[in-house]
């Protein structure tokens, strides 16, 4: 070999490296080299248990739902708390979903436990306070990572699975204990809808506070028995909501509890103490229901990490991973609108 | 060797290197983002979509000032082919400098969510909300992406193989000070001579 030849080939040699470090740098920050990182599609893929088909062109929870649209009336109250327009006195429209924690968009009404309501409020600078919120009282579990192994557990063919994460997130046992004493009742309108993550609220002097949020009803919650509520026909909060908002509007109180320190504001698995201040910021008026076909909030993604400036995520991971795996959710769904037709068959000319 | 070549004009090259940096670290946090559920996914994606409209402005500013200033020739020895290969792949890192930034904000408008940078400036949706639209140009910046990145490679192997192998004075065009390469390559290399 030549000395230039020589030269020449340490040159190419010396390339490879560097092209062959970038790649794995790349390859490295995308996860490929790690098979244990937690990524999005993981977690959304989870809600599938293994061989059942996604419910494709729906979101992958909370997949059934009907929009509605309205206004947030805000009283002013909450400019106390928070420098963001939504607080400031006045009336911002508002747009959401009323949904049953399912991945089976036809899932029977009265075998779905958990009733959400996803949310968006606009304000004329621009601006959108997304959240999407459960009518437990508190969450599951602790963190991202044990709600992926719960996903795992749940849909298992293991029949100690369960049991196993049960021991090792006893947080879960509250949450279980909750879901079998919980009253049912016969109407989206009569349940309290909680953000269980908690947000960092700015005020204009830059003064912080740590808050939780929620809807609660000012219609009375009559308990109805869960096997009363299956006679009604699978789709009777579909049917009853429509009814009740044609007569007239509905509404909920917004009302954001505020964090002592040391209270755990990273744990949404963990109520805080009853006596800390809430404030009433204003109240939401649902004016109008239209099914989620064709709805206007079909195509929305409730992500909780849509916040305005004056709010903003807290140490809570929730938010986080919800924001990703929603975006994810998203992304297929949409991918797969042939598998929900955009127009209803019926509604062609 | 063909005469010493023109360099590109500083602010050229100023433009090149600072671009080089968003765009890597733009690659870096768009497959790092989606790949994560931590806290960090926040801001990685609101980092990326500063970073995706600074790249913006900056490939208009970059275009303009080499509609005016051009650039120096290839060498006269270069082969055709490569010299294709050179016209086409700059071709190439233009569009998609250009258009990624466009595609993720188009991406971002069809799904209707506010595009808001850091700072808190918001930025006008310019495509009404469209689940078709949104899912097409979600693959597009998805696919291209890695498409991006291999150009990126190819471009940075290709500068290379002219700094250390061809030594044509391709790469000292872009070099961002001048005859830098040959000072940190030469510890490694025979004399010059040997050539």
Same mark, same amino acid.
């Given at each position: 070999?030549?000395?230039?030849?020589?030269? =020449?080939? #340490?040159? +190419?040699?010396?390339?490879?490296?560097?092209? *062959?470090? *970038?790649?794995?740098?790349? *390859?490295?920050?995308?996860?490929?080299?790690?098979?244990?990182?937690?990524?999005?599609?993981?977690?959304?893929?989870?809600?599938?248990?293994?061989?059942?088909?996604?419910? +494709?062109?729906?979101? #992958?929870?909370?997949?059934?739902?009907?929009?509605?649209?309205? =206004?947030?009336?805000?009283?002013?109250?909450?400019?106390? +708390?928070? #420098?963001?327009?939504?607080?400031?006195?006045?009336?911002?429209?508002?747009?959401?979903?009323?949904?049953?924690?399912?991945?089976?968009?036809?899932?029977?009404?009265? =075998?779905?436990?958990?009733?959400?309501?996803?949310?968006?409020?606009?304000?004329?600078?621009?601006?959108?306070?997304?959240?999407?919120?459960?009518?437990?009282?508190?969450?599951?579990?602790?963190?991202?990572?044990?709600?992926?192994? +719960?996903?795992?557990?749940?849909?298992?063919?293991?029949?100690?699975?369960?049991? #196993?994460?049960?021991?090792?997130?006893?947080?879960? *046992?509250?949450?279980?204990?909750?879901?079998?004493?919980?009253?049912? =009742?016969?109407?989206?309108?009569?349940?309290?809808?909680? @953000?269980?993550? @908690?947000?960092?609220?700015?005020?204009?002097?830059?003064?912080?506070?740590?808050?939780?949020? @929620?809807?609660v009803p000012t219609v009375q919650p009559v308990p109805v028995a869960q096997e009363e509520l299956a006679k009604r026909g699978p789709n009777f909060l579909d049917a009853e909501i429509t009814e009740r908002v044609r007569g007239g509007p509905v509404r909920w109180s917004m009302v954001v509890t505020v964090a002592h320190p040391g209270d755990p504001t990273a744990d949404p698995s963990k109520p805080w103490p009853e006596d800390r201040r809430v404030v009433v910021v204003g109240t939401l008026v649902v004016r109008r229901i239209e099914p989620e076909r064709d709805g206007p909030c079909r195509d929305i993604n409730f992500d909780p990490s849509v916040l305005p400036p004056g709010i903003r995520t807290s140490d809570d991971p929730f938010p986080a991973a919800r924001s990703s795996a929603y975006a994810k959710s998203y992304d297929l769904r949409t991918a797969e609108v042939k598998y929900y037709p955009r127009t209803a068959p019926d509604a062609k000319p | 060797m063909s005469a010493p070549r023109q360099r590109f004009s500083a602010l050229q090259r100023l433009l090149h290197w600072l671009m080089a940096v968003c765009i890597l670290g733009m690659l870096l946090i768009g497959v790092g983002m989606v790949s994560t559920v931590r806290p960090k996914y926040l801001t990685l994606v609101s980092v990326h979509k500063s970073l995706g409209i600074a790249i913006l402005v900056l490939v208009v500013i970059r275009a303009v000032v080499r509609l005016c200033y051009g650039a120096p020739s290839l060498p006269v020895d270069l082969p055709q082919s490569m010299k294709r290969a050179a016209v086409l792949s700059h071709y190439a890192l233009y569009a998609l400098m250009f258009g990624m930034p466009l595609i993720g904000w188009a991406m971002l408008s069809a799904a209707a969510y506010p595009v808001v940078l850091l700072g808190g400036l918001q930025l006008p949706a310019i495509l009404p909300p469209s689940a078709s639209f949104h899912s097409l140009l979600w693959d597009a910046h998805y696919y291209l992406a890695f498409v991006f990145f291999a150009l990126v490679l190819l471009h940075v192997a290709a500068a290379l193989f002219h700094a250390l192998v061809r030594r044509d004075g391709v790469f000292e065009a872009m070099a961002p000070v001048r005859h830098s390469v040959r000072v940190a390559a030469s510890p490694g290399h025979p004399k010059p001579d040997l050539r």
């Open positions: 070999m030549t000395p230039r030849v020589r030269t =020449t080939m #340490r040159s +190419l040699v010396q390339i490879a490296v560097i092209i *062959a470090g *970038a790649a794995a740098v790349f *390859a490295y920050t995308a996860g490929w080299l790690s098979p244990h990182r937690l990524t999005p599609n993981k977690l959304v893929a989870a809600f599938t248990p293994p061989g059942a088909t996604p419910p +494709l062109g729906h979101r #992958r929870n909370h997949a059934k739902g009907i929009c509605f649209t309205g =206004t947030f009336e805000a009283n002013g109250a909450g400019t106390a +708390l928070s #420098r963001a327009q939504v607080f400031a006195r006045g009336q911002y429209p508002a747009l959401g979903r009323f949904n049953l924690a399912t991945t089976n968009p036809s899932a029977p009404d009265a =075998t779905v436990p958990i009733r959400g309501m996803g949310l968006r409020i606009a304000t004329p600078d621009g601006h959108e306070w997304r959240t999407a919120m459960i009518d437990a009282p508190f969450f599951a579990v602790s963190t991202p990572q044990a709600f992926y192994e +719960l996903l795992l557990a749940s849909g298992s063919k293991d029949p100690d699975a369960m049991m #196993r994460f049960s021991a090792a997130h006893p947080e879960f *046992a509250r949450f279980g204990a909750w879901i079998k004493s919980a009253p049912w =009742t016969g109407s989206y309108a009569e349940e309290r809808y909680n @953000s269980l993550d @908690s947000f960092v609220l700015t005020d204009s002097a830059g003064g912080k506070s740590v808050v939780r949020w @929620s809807l | -």
